[in-house]
């Protein structure tokens, strides 16, 4: 095979990743409503990778960098309380997960990890950078739609680790006898 078809094969296949990474990230609340130029860049950054039973997508205690979106598979948000592991959240494909390392450097606050074969797509906190400084007058929304997102899964976990207690806690109006 010549060196011009082996470059016009890898165009054709980047092209392509590109195309359906696009596709995925039209269905993410973060990126949904984003310019098709600003979702064309993130496709292009955006890497992927399968993890399976047994892996860590995220390690709690670990530098964030990343944030996840899952393609296919399930997986399972969980922390280290007490010496315990306590499920925080279950996620399921379309889900976008570990979003505030876009904004800010911190060690994770939970893990996530498989509970079948997944398939995530990546975008790093460098390359969301690299976005915004190249669409600046996007910043704004797209930082908007990472908060809505957070404080969506924060009531999400609240009633989700409420449920898992039932009883436990007092609801005001409630007679404690």
């Not at 078809?5 to 984003?34: H, N, W, Y």
């Amino acid at each position: 095979m010549s060196s011009s078809m082996k470059v016009g094969s890898q165009e054709k296949r980047t092209e392509c990743k590109i195309t359906c990474d696009l596709e995925i990230l039209r269905q993410s609340p973060v990126f949904a409503e984003a310019d098709p130029e600003v979702l064309r860049l993130f496709a292009y950054l955006a890497t992927r990778k399968k993890y399976r039973v047994g892996d860590e997508i995220i390690t709690q205690g670990k530098e964030s960098a990343e944030a996840y979106y899952l393609i296919s598979g399930k997986a399972e948000v969980t922390t280290h309380h007490r010496g315990k592991e306590a499920v925080l959240h279950h996620l399921h494909p379309q889900a976008f997960f570990g979003e505030l390392a876009l904004l800010a450097r911190f060690k994770w606050f939970f893990s996530a990890h498989p509970l079948e074969e997944c398939e995530v797509m990546i975008i790093s906190r460098e390359s969301f950078q690299k976005v915004l400084e190249k669409f600046p007058e996007k910043r704004d929304k797209l930082i908007e739609k990472i908060v809505q997102l957070r404080v969506q899964r924060l009531c999400e976990q609240t009633e989700f680790m409420l449920e898992q207690i039932p009883g436990s806690y007092p609801l005001k109006g409630e007679s404690t006898a």
